[in-house]
């Protein structure tokens, strides 16, 4: 069975069994809470619960500042550069995307218009450019 994005997303954990999951003490967690390191939800009596991108982000927390020395002024800046990142190469996405379709309508459009006027082809040169027929 495999688990959807929406699952990982799901806070269900409380701040025991996150910190049983990451080996991090509880008040660890509310450290990196208190720094804007994650924000994990709330039951409606306030109560934290934990996602598993939580725990997924908690232990990439702890591997940043245990194995590689990095400060939690480091990590977040490190977590504020990973979220710009996500941004926009899903910025990349969707503008490649609209290209290829602006490709294929041009295609289209381009194709009709040669056989409306009875051309095999149509060639586009741009403009301010001019181009010899033979």
């Known amino acids: 069975m495999t688990r959807n994005k929406d699952d990982d997303e799901k806070p269900v954990y409380m ?10 003490h509880p008040q660890t967690l509310r450290i990196y809470e208190r720094r804007k390191l994650l924000n994990p939800g709330r039951t409606p009596k306030s109560t934290r619960l934990y996602s598993q991108k939580d725990i997924e982000k908690l232990k990439d927390i702890q591997k940043l500042t245990s194995d590689s020395g990095v400060n939690l002024a480091g ?35 381009t194709s009709r218009f040669a056989a ?14 001019l181009m010899k027929i033979k």
Do not use: C, W
């Open 15 to 24: 701040i025991s069994v996150a910190a049983k999951l990451t080996g991090l």
């Open 75 to 109: 990590v977040k800046m490190i977590i504020e550069l990973q979220n710009q990142l996500e941004i926009v190469e899903s910025t990349l996405l969707n503008m490649e995307k609209q290209i290829g379709e602006t490709k294929k309508r041009l295609s289209e459009e």
């Open 116 to 129: 409306k006027h009875g051309r095999r082809e149509l060639v586009l040169v741009p403009k301010g450019y």
